[in-house]
């Protein structure tokens, strides 16, 4: 498959899917990676990993639809089937999901539905949750809201700070991140209104899962 990777900053997760590519575990291709900033430390990997990237910036367009637009049209060039968001720091119109139907997904530092939206884990922390975790969905213009396809949790300690905590759900986004697109890949994703369903035996739940691969 023809991997579109969008990108907003430091690009840790597009690293997990880099090196689970190299390592064989993955057998797409990355073809195109989209910053919206320039100077960012995702730049840096693409240029390490000789990986195809451009920079398209919201505020080089008179409107959110022309930038979009742009976007879609880069990717659609490159051949992209599933465009992933890791870290992208934007909301995605219809205007751009239309041109990939159930095709975009995304990576959020917490158990949709809770703590949609920015600093989910500065929200856990000062909700007092003690279970929090990170998903992969696919995007629909619900913001961070569309179908689950895999979670993984964490506990939350008492020591926790914000930082410490997200250290803690980012070493799992990188792993149901990249075993996610295998999913897709492998053509074992389907979904039902808001169900997915992973064919094969799996449910894309970590740490409950004993079957899960580990990315
Ligand atoms: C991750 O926590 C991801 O869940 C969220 O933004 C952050 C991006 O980190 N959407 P990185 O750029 O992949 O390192």
Known sequence: MNLGVLVSGRGSNLQAIVDAVEGGKLK?????????????????????????????????FLSKEEFELAIVKELKRAGVELVVLAGFMRILSSTFLNAFPMKVINIHPSLTPAFQGLNAQRQAIEYGVRIAGCTVHFVT???DGGPVIAQACVPVLPEDTEESLSHRILSYEHRILPQVISWISQGRVKVDGRKVIVEGGEYGSIPFNPNLEDF
């Not at 073809?31 to 100077?39: A, P």
């Open 28 to 60: 797409d291709r990355i073809s195109l990676v989209v910053s919206d900033k320039e100077g960012v430390q995702a730049i840096e990997r693409c240029k390490r990993h000789g990986l195809p990237y451009m920079v398209i910036k919201r505020k080089d």
């Open 141 to 143: 213009e619900e913001l």
